[in-house]
């Protein structure tokens, strides 16, 4: 049997595209299928993924828990801890068409959930922390469950397929939403496991990600020291850890984050004005290890937008459009000329630049 | 008659088709291995006092000398080898301890030649260094768990750090073990190169002040040398607590080296003896190295990162991680194999553990406990090329010390007599007519030319990997595989085997 994530380091190619309305306008997952599907070159057919924004407005005050089950048996173990910890507002089997190229599902399951109030006093923790903890503990200690999302308003559906085969299965023409993001995977080797498909999830963040970084193992230790567990072994796990550890638990804001991460290189830092060159200069020092090496492209999701992302010396492709309020990004123009042949402005995006999108009266992610 | 148990160790092999008697030999051996017969008029050599420094072969006008183990050979025995028989002789005839210089030289494992580095193929491009910017800028000194903004700017400014544009520094000589032309010369590539010397227990001679911003400076046991300026003159104060080549031991600079410029470099009578003692006398628990570290502070008023230098020994990583807490900014780890001027021979060679082994497991203690960040870990003892250093980086050193090889480059060649005074090169020795035998100049030049080579080394090997910048090597275990090595071994390293 070959090994799937967690138990081997599986480097991968792959294809990436997202679109968001700014007035949070919702639409159909129609336009983010087409897009992915024109880079199906680009994927393997190994791995393909969505994450969608605003897709359950009844439900937006509720964590919504996409969960893969391996078997029946699991969904029980799995759901006994759910309902100790989480009040179930509804739970039940998220709606699936037949693709004839999609086979082996796991069971898909998702939960409309609060956090019991009692539970989340009595750990001392913010109901965000405790969620996140939850669900890195369903991850690592109920074998055969897998958490796929666990954000408000949002999900991550994906599996293993083309992009444009898993967008079917899961019938995501019929959702609506402002954001959505998408990501065919080519892997180099035969994981078969639907749990490791980008997006990688936690809470409202998701990840695609195209690239092999070279700083993994340094970003990994270092996060781990802030509690957080690489159970996947992917870029895409560690990545969505330093956004998750810089934005949300140290408050920092995006434009920090953007340059510890694709920090800038010490001779344009030397030629900056005196006070950004200190403040950069900090940065670059006391984050030193959550610098992300190597090649990569990536789209980080949240509710109040995106920030889409390039490593410094730019290794891999990104480009970005606008369009009234629509705002794109890919891995190639291509994708984005196939569902808006007439872009107000479109630009191939510079190493380190962040591509921000976010969502009108919004200021950070 | 009384017989000497003690052969030589070296012969003298004189070409005498080649010599001509010129007698430089003699002048240029200090050992007095190379001896003038008047009435014959004739140079011959005395073997018993070779130390085979090379320094005849190399200086030698007609390539007349060439050096040899002495052809004696003892009985086949793999238990009761020469160097027992030899240490036996030895110790009988004169009931002291056995002294050796340099760093341990038994063959136990060196796990640097045990580990192997990654490089990209395929799926991650490798990176040009001739083409592409490579960053090999690192900062030493404790960084906080996270940054503040106010208004976007920084809240608090960052604690006070050392900035080196290569992660290489030269490691802790003092002047007294070393000449001033040799200091002198590190402390000038050390600024050529933008990274850091050290000064050892020995003070800091008054011609060396300029090169401040490049001066690690060090507080030992002995305390020689240290006055307000001199804590202030450097960029980093390091405590040295112990040294790799002799774990719990002190120090002894007999008083014979204690010329006027040492004496007064190291603020104590000319002619006297310098001992250090093995431990500080105001340092017997953590709580007191806490102490002393705030005093260090206080008396530099918060300005330079202080460190804390260790030797290698079985407990390190606790030992580590009290030092963290204890409020250092850099721990320095010093290995098994570190070097010294002088060292009881048993102690130099059985006590303390291998740096890369220490190395590993400070680091990840550091990071079980959350406070990796705290502190910088520099690793000296035994580094002797680029991809050594890239190994520790690794492993998850932030920087290394070179010592010996940085001797070597100003023309040490190991002959491990350097507690002898008599270095021909004029390195480990104040004899005048020895010590100006290396110009600082050339002798910068030639140290900045190790450091400039290695650098491009390094810059290569970190663009095979895929990587553009070393904090991103930092740590990143998983760019090394271990080969030969038992899985305790790997464990330890925390490292993959070869294959894997
Ligand atoms: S230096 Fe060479 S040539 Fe001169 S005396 Fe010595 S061995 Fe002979
Ligand atoms: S410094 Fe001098 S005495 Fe010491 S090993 Fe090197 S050459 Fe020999």
New interface residues.
């Given amino acids: 049997m070959s090994l799937r994530e967690g138990e081997v380091r599986i480097p991968s190619g792959c294809a990436i595209s997202g679109i968001m309305n700014r007035k949070g306008y919702l639409f159909s997952g129609h336009d983010i299928i087409q897009s992915i599907a024109l880079m199906h070159d680009r994927s393997n057919g190994l791995g393909g993924g969505f994450a969608a924004y605003g897709i359950y407005p009844d439900y937006a005050d509720h964590y919504a828990i996409h969960m893969f089950y391996e078997d029946s048996f699991c969904r029980e173990e799995t759901e006994l801890f759910i309902n100790d910890h989480f009040n179930v507002e509804v739970g039940g089997r998220i709606p699936t068409r037949k693709v004839s190229s999609i086979t082996e599902a796991p069971i898909i399951w998702r939960y409309f959930v609060q956090p019991k109030a009692e539970k989340v006093m009595e750990m001392d923790l913010e109901e965000d922390e405790y969620v996140a903890r939850l669900v890195m503990q369903i991850n690592a200690k109920f074998p055969g469950s897998f958490v796929v999302s666990s954000g408000k308003n949002m999900g991550a559906f994906k599996g293993v397929g083309y992009p444009e085969d898993i967008g079917e299965f899961y019938k995501l023409d019929s959702y609506k939403g402002y954001l959505w993001t998408a990501h065919g995977r080519f892997p180099t080797n035969t994981p078969g496991w639907w749990g490791g498909a980008h997006p990688f999830t936690l809470l409202d963040w998701s990840i695609v990600h195209n690239g092999e970084i070279s700083s993994y193992d340094a970003n990994r230790r270092y996060i781990e020291m802030f509690g957080y567990k690489c159970t996947l072994q992917t870029d895409t796990e560690v990545i969505t850890y330093l956004f998750d550890l810089l934005l949300r638990k140290q408050g920092l804001p995006l434009k920090a984050v953007v340059t510890a991460m694709a920090a800038p290189l010490w001779s344009n830092i030397e030629r900056l004005a005196p006070e950004e060159r200190e403040l950069v200069k900090a940065i670059r020092t006391v984050y030193s290890p959550l610098l992300v090496n190597g090649p990569f492209s990536i789209i980080l999701g949240s509710r109040k937008g995106f920030v889409a992302l390039n490593d410094r010396i730019k290794l891999r492709a990104l480009v970005a459009a606008e369009k009234d309020d629509f705002i794109y990004v890919a891995s190639e123009e291509s994708a984005i000329r196939e569902i808006c042949s007439n872009p107000d402005r479109l630009w191939s995006v510079a190493g380190g630049e962040p591509v921000i999108g976010l969502l009108e009266g919004v200021e950070e992610l | 008659m009384k017989v000497n148990y003690l052969m030589p160790e070296f012969l003298i092999d004189r070409d005498e088709q080649r010599c001509t008697h010129c007698r430089i030999c003699v002048h240029q051996c200090a050992n007095e291995a190379h001896l003038w017969n008047d009435k014959k008029k004739i140079v011959y050599g005395e073997d018993q006092n070779c130390v085979n420094c090379h320094r005849c072969v190399a200086t030698c006008p007609t390539r007349a000398l060439r050096i040899r183990n002495y052809p004696l050979e003892y009985k086949n025995n793999a238990h009761w080898t020469p160097h027992y028989i030899k240490s036996i002789f030895k110790q009988a005839n004169s009931g002291g301890i056995l002294l050796a210089g340099m760093g341990c030289d038994r063959p136990y494992p060196v796990y640097w030649d045990h580990l192997l580095i990654n490089a ?1 193929q395929v ?3 490798s ?1 040009d260094p001739l083409r ?2 490579m ?1 090999l ?1 690192t ?1 030493l000194g404790r ?2 768990e ?2 503040s ?1 106010q208004n ?3 809240a608090e400014a ?1 604690p006070p ?1 050392v900035e080196l544009d290569i992660p290489i520094m030269f490691a802790a000589m003092s002047f007294g073990a070393i000449s001033l032309n040799a200091m002198t010369s590190l402390a000038m590539a050390a600024k050529e190169m933008g990274t850091c010397y050290n000064t050892g227990e020995g003070g800091l001679h008054s011609s060396l002040y300029q090169y401040g911003e490049n001066t690690i400076v060090q507080v030992a046991s002995g305390r020689f040398g240290i006055d307000p300026e001199y804590l202030n003159a450097g960029t980093a104060i390091e405590i040295k607590i112990g040294q790799g080549a002799k774990p719990g031991i002190g120090g002894h600079l007999p008083g014979e080296k204690v010329g006027m410029d040492v004496s007064q470099t190291r603020m104590i009578p000319e002619g006297s003896d310098a001992i250090s003692p093995a431990p500080h006398h105001d340092i017997y628990s953590i709580e007191d190295l806490r102490q002393l570290i705030y005093s260090l502070k206080e008396a530099t008023n918060y300005t330079k990162p202080v460190a804390v230098k260790i030797a290698a020994v079985h407990n390190s990583a606790a030992i580590a991680s009290g030092i963290a807490r204890a409020g250092a900014d850099i721990i320095v780890l010093d290995g098994l194999r570190g070097g010294t001027g002088a060292a009881p021979l048993r102690t130099r060679d059985s006590v303390g553990i291998p740096i890369e082994l220490a190395l590993a497991a400070v680091d990840q203690r550091l ?1 079980n406990e ?1 406070i ?2 705290e502190v910088s870990l520099v690793v000296a003892g035994s580094i002797r090329c680029s991809s050594d250093v890239v190994k520790a980086i690794a492993l998850g050193a932030d920087a290394c010390y070179i010592g010996t090889a940085a001797l070597i480059a100003l023309g040490c060649h190991m002959c491990q007599k350097c507690y002898t005074g008599k270095c021909n090169w004029g390195i480990a020795t104040q004899n005048p007519k020895l010590t100006k035998r290396l110009d600082p100049e050339e002798g910068a030049e030639r140290a900045a030319n190790l450091l400039r080579a290695w650098s491009r080394e390094i810059k290569e090997m970190l663009g095979g ?5 070393l ?9 090394l595989r271990g080969i030969d090595l038992s899985e305790r071994d790997l464990a330890i390293l925390g490292v993959k085997a070869a294959g894997e």
């Fill in positions: 990209s799926t991650n491009p990176i592409e910017p960053e800028k900062f960084k906080p996270k940054l903004f976007g700017k920084l960052l750090q990071r959350s990796r960040n990997m895929g990587i553009n910048a904090e991103s090597l930092r740590g990143n275990r998983l760019m």
